[in-house]
């Protein structure tokens, strides 16, 4: 970290940041989708406890992201005023904080829901922060195809808290997160580029280029829209979903292909690539929404 002056303590707020709050909602509503798309129901109580505990795993997470990179995180300007880089905490309290409710989420798991529940989450939390964050985040700009694995473990998560088991619907909505991850990602960096190569970080269009990143998430969204479609057809899932799914891709899609024909520009001209950025996170929150609209109506 650079010196600094430390303005301790840190408050609640602080903590609460350290979680990432804004991105793990997305997170914890797909694995709560997963839960309520199982065909097995859980008791609210069980059902509650397993979300809480995505939570507080996905929180947990953030927390050890945000303790080993305050380094880099001190060089961006959209992470400058985070409690590490903006000097609110001590290191070593997000450390605790990280590695506390990272063993709190498991076990309470492990004790209250389900051994298999429990396991998938410290895989996915272990990617994300040993995976992703120590290791390819700095070596590769593959680092958000494999490391973002990570994310999109909870559907699997909350249907493993409510069955104990995993199945060929939830492996499809983690192919789904899986493969939304580089066009989410992606689209993204196209417009914070410079950030990321102020901070060193070897992100796609850095180390690659533009026209390769355009590229490339133009390719990614056709085997994303094919798994996304896919539970129709194959009979796991109904109209409502089916008719969702194709309209909702079929949109992304157009954005994705408008991102990808383009040709580059100036940062602050980069509309077609901010309006990728924030529909794919309405995507995933209307496909998973709608997954569990066509379970509730076919009930
Ligand atoms: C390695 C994979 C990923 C990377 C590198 C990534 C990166 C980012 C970045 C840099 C932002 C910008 C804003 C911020 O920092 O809050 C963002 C926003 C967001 N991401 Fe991702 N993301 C990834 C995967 C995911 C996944 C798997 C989800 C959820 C399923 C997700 C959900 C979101 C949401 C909801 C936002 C908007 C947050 C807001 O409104 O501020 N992301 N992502
Ligand atoms: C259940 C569980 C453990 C889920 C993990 C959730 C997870 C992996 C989410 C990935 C999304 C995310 C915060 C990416 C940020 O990348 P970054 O860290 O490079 O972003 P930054 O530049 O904002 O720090």
Known sequence: MTAQTITLPADWRDFLALTKPRVMTLVVFTGLCGMLAAPVPIHPVLGFTAVLCIALGAGAAGALNQWYEADLDAKMKRTQG???????????????????????????????????????????????????????????????????????????????????????????????????????????????????????????????????????????????????????????????????????????GVLAVQVATRRTGPEDKMKPEKRLFAFSILYLFAMFGALVADRWVAA
């Not at 063993?103 to 389900?114: E, K, P, Q, R, T």
């Not at 473990?153 to 619907?169: H, R, S, Y």
């Not at 983690?174 to 417009?191: D, E, N």
């Not at 355009?214 to 057809?233: K, N, S």
Request: aromatic residues 12%.
């Open 82 to 252: 985070r409690p590490l880089p903006a000097g609110r905490m001590e290191r070593e309290s997000a450390l605790h904080f990280g590695v506390g409710l990272a063993i709190f989420s498991v076990v309470l798991m492990g004790l209250a829901v389900n051994v298999p529940a429990a396991i998938i989450l410290t895989v996915s939390i272990l990617f994300y922060v040993l995976v992703y964050t120590v290791w390819l985040k700095r070596r590769t700009p593959q680092n958000i195809v494999i490391g973002g694995a990570a994310g999109a473990f909870p559907p699997l998560i909350g249907w493993a808290a409510a069955t104990g088991d995993v199945a060929l619907l939830p492996f499809l909505l983690f192919s789904l997160v899986f493969l939304w991850t580089p066009p989410h990602f992606w689209a993204l960096a196209l417009f914070v580029k410079t950030d990321y190569a102020n901070a060193g970080v070897p992100m796609l269009p850095v180390v690659a280029g533009e026209r390769v990143t355009r590229t490339q998430i133009g390719l990614y969204t056709i085997p994303m829209a094919a798994v996304a479609v896919a539970p129709w057809p194959l009979g796991l899932t109904g109209p409502i979903y089916g008719i969702a799914a194709c309209l909702l891709t079929a949109t992304f």
